[in-house]
């Protein structure tokens, strides 16, 4: 396990990159203010597993922006990121960075305001040490290392420490999301509904890592979705664990080869009941 003074110094490093990332994201309001979706031309925008599966410019060159402060305090660290994948080091030190520069492309191409930059990091015993999101349109970060407690701030107002839902989730809030493809998409929404029964209402924002935090701050009761990536879960299931909120990460960190249940919080039914089937973690 890592030491503390080490611990707090890795988690400075993340909050450092993820607002790194966050700061190109706010750059779209001088380009197109929300509500309004960006210019397909202007923005690099293309579609990857679905014509509906955006990635843009700014994607990358936050990634870029993320990699750069990792890369600069932790030069022999691994760093795993949507755009640009794996990066391979000399000396290794075991400590590997996962990170999703924009989670919520889709609501970041259209000009919905549900979007971020999240952070990840395992340490080289497999545990997840350290996580941060940051909402920049939402002006909003929420961050936490392993027994160092989960915190969140607006505006850089004073930390607020979290403490995850809080009632039954008869009367709460349901997060979840729907792949691309329309057979798995079928699943999905059959397991969904089975959930849906046990919960006051549903939600489906647009981004993981927020619907995540979200539950850690208790705003929403629980998260499930199937198929989602390493990086959409990474930095977010760290402040969720850090308030003692169940978490079930994927079995596999490709969500796209070897799709899986993530499940953040209680939901009302046995993984057993899940379809498709969840795999063993």
Request: net charge negative.
């Amino acid at each position: 396990m890592t030491d503390i003074d080490l611990l707090k110094k890795l988690l400075t490093i993340g909050r450092e990159a993820a607002a790194a990332g966050a700061a190109v994201l706010a750059e779209r309001d001088t380009v197109a203010p929300a509500g309004q979706p960006l210019d397909h031309r202007r923005h690099g925008i293309t579609t990857k597993s679905s014509e509906s599966d955006f990635v843009t410019d700014f994607d990358k060159r936050a990634e870029e922006q993320v990699r750069a402060v990792i890369s600069t305090h932790r030069p022999h660290d691994v760093i795993s990121g949507e755009e640009h994948g794996t990066s391979s080091v000399a000396s290794p030190t075991g400590y590997r960075w996962s990170i999703d520069p924009l989670d919520g492309t889709t609501n970041f191409v259209r000009g919905i305001v549900y979007y971020g930059t999240s952070v990840g990091l395992q340490a080289p015993d497999g545990q997840w040490i350290v996580g941060v999101v940051v909402a920049p349109a939402l002006r909003k970060e929420w961050w936490a290392a392993r027994g160092l407690g989960a915190f969140t701030a607006r505006n850089g107002s004073a930390p607020v420490p979290l403490e995850g839902p809080r009632g039954d989730i008869s009367s709460g809030l349901l997060a979840t999301g729907f792949g691309y493809d329309p057979q798995r998409k079928a699943q999905q929404a059959q397991s969904v509904a089975a959930m849906n029964d046990h919960f006051g209402n549903i939600r489906r924002l647009g981004a993981a890592a927020l619907d995540i935090c979200m539950v850690a701050e208790g705003a929403q009761d629980a998260y499930a979705e199937y198929g989602i990536q390493e990086h959409d879960w990474a930095g977010a299931a760290v402040i969720a664990d850090e308030v003692g909120v169940p978490v079930r990460r994927p079995a596999s960190v490709n969500g796209s080869e070897a799709p899986d249940w993530c499940i953040v919080g209680r939901i009302g039914i046995g993984e057993e009941d899940l379809q498709p089937a969840p795999s063993r973690v």
